[in-house]
């Protein structure tokens, strides 16, 4: 196999002494780039032969011809770069003392340098070049902070043509420089803004930028730069202008949440925003939940109520959103609503044991609505029925059913009081007021 190849750059060379003197020639008509008389043979020859070694992967071989190249005839050949990087990649990886590395790695610069010179693309060039001096000079602070800037140029001249592993490799040295003390908090999330300004306008164009965003999320998530002052720090002084842009408010939720600064004021502020500009059930009930953790119990049950009175909600999810209004506006005692929005729960969802347990519940703080002591009393008969029927339904709660049932049996009016009103156990009774259900007469005993 090695003679065969060795036989082809031969045979190769050859062939080509009978067109060189045409293209010499040309080359002193037009000043073409091999330049000129004898040294056009050369780089004809030179090219050649590099490029028959390199196809072999025989890069020992290729390295001399392809050096004469690159020294005496830099225009000949843009693809010569692209080769001369292979090489040298090569080299400096499987090069074991330092100080020759080092040197190859400033060589590989220099190919860099030299093809922006020849073939402009300084865009595109700079953005291999800082990945390169990264993926060889991580650990020198110095080298990152030269890739980081050359990384920055190379985004701001090619924007939406730029690379996904430069825009990767720009927020990784970003971070880096971060943690060794030379940019600050607020720059690092300024160089994340923008990468993914130019990114969120890519995510239908291929497969590869979803992945490139989800890896540079998850490096300033875990970067730890996020923190709620720092976020803060960020946002706060932008908030006031740009709070009628969604992208913008969509930013600091997104954001705030994944940090875990959801009980930041900037936070609700913009999701009440975001509300007020693009209104829905899904936001509606988000802002709720938020407002619960804040303890802001009112303006939570206006949210929600705002959730559930939307279209298009399956009825699992309705259940559950009334739920969480029925416990929302106990919290603000206002018990006969969440009586209301309890039932409603139990209406879309007839096995939903904390729906009942929340309504038994509801009905006993109601019970100073009803009158004298014993109507209030009685509903503590109605709640014992809606425990006994959370349990029957969903076997989760039987537990708390059961502890609520033994606790609230010594509440039942005793014998004498339900004598005195000519009932017995076992009768029929309604009780009143917003609860205004039948149930059962039981006696204390």
């Known amino acids: 196999m090695k003679t065969k190849a060795l ?7 050859m062939s080509l002494l009978f067109v060189l003197p045409a293209i010499s020639q040309k080359g002193i008509e037009d000043g073409s780039k091999y330049g000129k008389g004898q040294d056009s043979i050369n780089c004809i020859k030179n090219l050649s032969l590099y490029r028959e070694f390199f196809k072999h992967s025989n890069y020992k071989d290729a390295i001399q011809p392809w050096r004469k190249v690159f020294g005496e005839c830099p225009a000949a050949s843009e693809r010569m770069y692209v080769e001369g990087i292979t090489m040298y990649r090569k080299y400096i990886e499987s090069s074991s003392v330092p100080e020759r590395r080092e040197e190859l790695i400033d060589t590989m610069a220099m190919i860099y340098d030299r093809r922006i010179e020849y073939f402009s693309g300084e865009g ?57 003390g030379k940019i600050d908090d607020n720059k690092v999330i300024e160089d994340y803004f923008m990468v993914t300004k130019i990114i969120d306008k890519l995510l239908d164009k291929s497969s590869r930028w979803p992945l490139a965003k989800a890896s540079i999320d998850d490096n300033m998530i875990k970067s730890g730069i996020l923190t709620c002052d720092a976020l803060n720090s960020y946002f706060e002084p932008q908030f ?23 009980r930041a004021d900037l936070y609700v502020a913009a ?8 209104p829905g059930p899904e936001s509606a009930h988000q ?11 009112q303006k939570a049950a206006n949210y929600l109520k705002m959730a559930v009175a939307g279209e298009d909600i399956d009825d699992e999810t309705r259940a559950e959103w009334y739920y969480e209004l029925t416990i929302v506006l106990s919290a603000n005692k206002d018990y006969c609503e969440a009586i209301f929005y309890a039932r409603e729960a139990i209406a879309r969802k007839s096995n939903y044991g904390k729906a009942y347990i929340a309504l038994g519940d509801a009905i006993i703080a109601s019970r100073n609505n009803l009158g004298d002591d014993f109507e209030k009393r009685t509903a503590f008969w109605v709640a014992a029925d809606k425990y006994a029927k959370a349990k029957s339904v969903d076997p989760s709660v039987a537990a708390d059913a059961n502890k609520k049932l033994n606790d609230y049996a010594a509440q039942y009016p005793n014998h004498e009081e339900v004598f005195f009103r000519d009932i017995k156990d076992g009768d029929s009774y309604q009780v009143k007021g917003c609860i205004n259900e039948y149930t059962t007469v039981r006696s204390r005993k």
């Open 7 to 13: 036989k082809t750059i031969l045979l190769t060379a």
């Open 124 to 180: 595109n060039v700079l953005g291999r070049k800082g990945i390169d001096l990264l993926r060889y000079r991580r650990a020198d602070i110095e080298s990152v902070d030269e890739a980081y800037s050359m990384l920055k140029r190379s985004i701001d001249l090619q924007k939406n043509k730029s690379r996904d592993a430069v825009m990767v490799t720009f927020i990784s040295a970003s971070i880096t420089l971060n943690q060794k």
């Open 240 to 262: 006031a202008a740009k709070k009628s842009d969604k992208k913008f408010l969509g930013n600091v939720i997104r954001f705030y949440d994944a940090s875990g600064c959801d």
């Open 271 to 278: 999701s009440e925003q975001m509300y007020r500009i693009d």
């Open 287 to 297: 802002l709720g939940i938020l407002l619960i953790a804040k303890s802001d119990f």
